[in-house]
Structures are given as structure tokens and as C-alpha cells.
């Protein structure tokens, strides 16, 4: 039974199943496809299922006439549920996991999409979690439901957590040549789960269990968002010290050893930084053990929008502007530079708080033509010189690289630069405040 799967495995004659065709989970399909692997998406939003069908791309890291070639081709498909998916051979699940209000893990899409299959589960399959969760989430939460049926995982089937690590945008590192960890509730599970992975990727590392992968994930994230959050409180020195946090940092960063670059900026966002260390926070307290460093990190970073809204005050404040006469433009909502992804995105909760404050606000993002998000919906306005002119101060919060910051700093009476966007302007430096 494990031999009939590796063969169909390694002659690419495995069904594949993706559960979730999201940031995560179409880049995967469309890399299975390109394999030779028939895939097919599941996805509870009709939308994304019909854009798949058609051949229409909606993921940045996607190249749209590869999607399209698959779908012409019968490789790849997409459908609400596994009532429709076909025979699966491998599932691989890539739902959301987000965090409730008060900073929980809500694993409500885990366990749905691991209900909803239990009914197919059959001997022979690989069914492995890539979603970014807890250490114990595989075993403790998706296991009894798989099992629920009578069969067993090592002995009927295969179960593994393979944490992706897709960096949205990044040109260097794609799905394909980024080292994927996977770890196994057996092993079993995880020499099938291994030689799944090496169809596609270049370098697979194996851990020794499902739980041990599951902590990988949750402590490079962890250990990004202590880094961030350490130059983030750098920056907050800085600004009481009158000195340049990003010469210092610049500064450090020439040192060949012992240092890695991170930078500060207006807070942190996105679907991972913000909220994955907060699982292993949870996790952590049922063991009756404080994670400190995450706990700490989280409160920094999260301070970083109301101090950039402290910092626009100030240099308001030095023109006699009041916030509520202001006009500001805002560059960027997107929570990261060149994406047009806006999830938790601090840039966002900066206009929040300025349209509360009763600010005439306005902004631009090349990536992001509108947005709605809580009470607030807004739409990108064309970066003109009257615009620019038109504003109070200008307030770079995401630093695309399409953005001609040169344009922007001739024309603007004073910039708020929260990315050091403006490092290589010459012209007019004494109108821009770096954070
Ligand atoms: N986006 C990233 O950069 C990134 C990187 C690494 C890991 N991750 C992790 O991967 C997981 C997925 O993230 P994402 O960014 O791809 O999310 P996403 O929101 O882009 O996509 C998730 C998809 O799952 C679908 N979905 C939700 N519930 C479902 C259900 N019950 N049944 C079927 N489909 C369902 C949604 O409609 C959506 O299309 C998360 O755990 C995330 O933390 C994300």
C-alpha cells in the first residue's frame, strides 16, 4: 500500500489535492501541475474556484499563462468540495489560520477542511498540513478526526506537516528552490511525505516528528518578529537621543559576522509576522511556561503605528497645523513593499487612526487601487504634482520600488519617511523626517 503510493508518487501518477488556493496554496498547485501531477484545487470561495477553471490568475507569485496552460492542458482544476475532487492520492491542506481577538489561535479552517475529508479518507493516502500552526496541531487536532473512520495513520494512511515558506514577491526564492522542512506523526508518514516533497523542491530536510516541523515554522517567524521588534525599539531610542536610527543600523550592518539586517518601519503586518509567534505563545501557557521574547515583541511592534501618528503630530505641529486642519497623503497600505497584500497591514490602522483624528486623507499605492477594511473604504489616487502640492505632509509608510521618491520630495512641502524610502533623494533633505 505504501509502495503503491511512492510509485504513484514518483512517476507523477499521484492525484493531488490542495485544500485552500490561497498565497500558499495556488503556487503549490500550479508547481505540482508543472510536475506532470493532475492537481486539483479545493476552495470554499466560488470566486477563486470559477477564476481556476477559467485559466485566470489571481496570485502575484503566480505567472498567469502557466495557470492558464495547466488548466488547458486538464492538470489542474478547482472545486468547492471533496465530494468533487476526484480520487485523491495527496492532500495537502493550505487553509488560513488566523488569530482571534484576543491574540488565539483559531484553527476553525483546519478543522472544518480535516471534518469535511474525514468521509475520504482511504487507505494509501499522504495527507499533509502546510498551514503555519502550533506544535501539536497535526497530531492532537487533525489526527483523531482522520482516524475517526476505523483506519489508522502509519499503518492505512500517511500524515505530515510540511510548513511553507513562501516569502510573497521575493524574485530569488520561489515555492520551487525555497529548502522545505517536513516531519511525520510516524515514519512512515514521513519517508512518504519526503519523497511527495522532493518531486518538486530542491532541498527537503526531514525532522523527526510533525510536531518538531510545526515548531520550525512558528520559531523563524518568532525569531523575525524579536529581530524587528529590537530595531523597532532601536528606532524609539533613537528618536529620543536625536540620533539617525538608520545610520546606526547601516553602521552596524557592515559588520561581516555576529548581524543581519532588519530594519524598523511603522509596524508589522501581513498574514505571518503579526500572528504566528502568538500561537506558540498560546501553546507555550498550557505548558505553563511565559514566552517572553514574543510576548515582548509583539507590544513593540505594536506600538510602532501611534508613535508614527505621535511623529506626524510633531512635525505638523512645527508648521501650526492642526490634525484636524491637516491634509496628508499617505504612500503605501499594503504591508509590504511591491505586494499588493494589505492583511494586517499597519499602514492601515495609521489611516485609521488619521481619519479619526479628522485629517483630510488621501493615498496613493500602485499595487492596492482600493481598499475596504473596518469602516474605512479608499481608493488610490494617481500620484500627480497637484496632488502631492496639495498636502500638509506626506507620510511614506510602504516603500514600493515604483514609486519616484525623487518627484515625491521635490513637490512635497515635508515627507514622514517610515522606511528610509527617500535614502538615495538628493533634492530638498531638509523637508524629510526620517522615523
Ligand atoms: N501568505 C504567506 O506569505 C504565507 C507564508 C507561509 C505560510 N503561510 C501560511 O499558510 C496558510 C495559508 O495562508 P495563505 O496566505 O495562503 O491564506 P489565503 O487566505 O491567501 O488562502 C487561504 C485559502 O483557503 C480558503 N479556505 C479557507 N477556509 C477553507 C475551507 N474550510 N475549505 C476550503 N478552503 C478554505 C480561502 O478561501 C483561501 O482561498 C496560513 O496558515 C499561513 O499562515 C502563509
Known amino acids: 500500500m505504501k509502495q503503491t ?13 490542495v485544500a485552500g488556493l490561497g498565497y500558499v496554496g495556488l503556487p503549490f498547485a500550479v508547481e505540482k501541475g508543472k510536475m506532470g501531477f493532475h492537481v486539483v484545487g479545493v476552495d470554499n470561495k466560488q470566486e477563486r474556484v470559477d477564476m481556476v477553471n477559467r485559466g485566470i490568475n489571481f496570485i502575484s507569485d503566480v505567472k498567469d499563462d502557466e495557470l492558464k496552460d ?39 479552517s483546519i478543522e472544518n477542511v480535516t471534518r469535511l475529508f474525514a468521509p475520504f479518507v482511504r487507505r494509501g493516502q499522504l495527507i499533509s498540513l502546510e498551514s503555519t500552526t502550533y506544535p501539536g496541531t497535526t497530531e492532537e487536532i487533525m489526527l483523531p478526526i482522520l482516524e475517526s473512520g476505523g483506519l489508522k495513520a502509519e499503518k492505512d494512511f500517511f500524515v505530515a506537516h510540511s510548513p511553507e515558506r513562501v516569502d510573497p514577491g521575493n524574485p530569488h526564492y520561489t515555492t520551487k528552490n525555497t529548502t522545505k522542512v517536513v516531519g511525520g506523526v510516524g515514519p512512515e508518514s514521513l519517508d512518504v511525505a519526503y519523497a511527495f516533497y522532493s518531486q518538486t523542491i530542491e532541498h527537503v530536510v526531514p525532522v523527526s516528528s510533525a510536531k518538531a516541523a510545526e515548531l520550525v515554522k512558528v520559531f523563524e517567524n518568532t ?16 528618536d529620543r537621543m536625536n540620533l539617525n536610527v538608520w545610520e546606526v543600523l547601516d553602521a552596524a550592518f557592515t559588520k561581516p559576522f555576529g548581524i543581519m539586517p532588519f530594519y524598523p518601519g511603522p509596524g508589522v503586518g501581513g498574514h505571518c509576522i503579526p500572528l504566528d509567534p502568538h500561537y506558540l505563545e498560546w501553546k507555550a501557557k ?4 511565559s514566552t517572553h521574547f514574543i510576548t515582548l515583541a509583539g507590544e513593540i511592534n505594536r506600538m510602532m503605528p501611534e508613535f508614527v501618528r505621535l511623529k506626524a503630530w510633531r512635525v505638523l505641529n512645527s508648521f501650526g497645523v492642526a490634525p484636524s486642519q491637516a491634509k496628508i497623503l499617505v504612500m503605501g497600505v499594503a504591508y509590504k513593499k511591491n505586494l499588493g497584500d494589505c492583511r494586517e497591514s499597519p499602514s492601515i490602522e495609521i489611516l485609521e487612526m488619521l481619519v479619526k483624528d479628522g485629517v483630510q486623507v488621501v493615498y496613493h499605492d500602485p499595487f492596492v487601487s482600493e481598499f475596504s477594511q473596518n469602516a474605512i473604504s479608499m481608493q488610490s489616487q494617481p500620484l500627480t504634482q497637484d496632488l502631492i502640492e496639495r498636502q500638509h505632509l506626506v507620510m511614506i509608510l510602504t516603500d514600493h520600488s515604483n514609486v519616484d521618491y525623487t518627484f515625491l520630495a521635490t513637490h512635497a512641502a515635508h515627507i514622514l519617511d517610515t522606511r528610509n524610502a527617500t ?13
Do not use: M, W, Y
Open 70 to 108: 495547466l488548466v488547458d492542458r486538464g492538470l489542474l482544476s478547482a472545486v468547492r468540495s471533496f465530494e468533487d475532487a476526484g480520487d485523491i492520492d495527496v492532500l495537502v491542506i493550505a487553509v488560513p489560520t488566523p488569530l482571534t481577538k484576543n491574540l488565539t489561535p483559531d484553527l476553525q
Open 5 to 17: 503510493l511512492l510509485e504513484k508518487i514518483r512517476n507523477h501518477t499521484a492525484r493531488v489535492c
Open 223 to 238: 525569531f523575525r518578529a524579536v529581530n524587528i521588534a529590537l530595531v523597532n525599539e532601536l528606532a524609539l531610542l533613537c
Open 423 to 435: 535614502r538615495n533623494v538628493a533634492v530638498n533633505r531638509e523637508r524629510i523626517t526620517l522615523l
Open 286 to 289: 498550557e505548558l505553563n511556561f
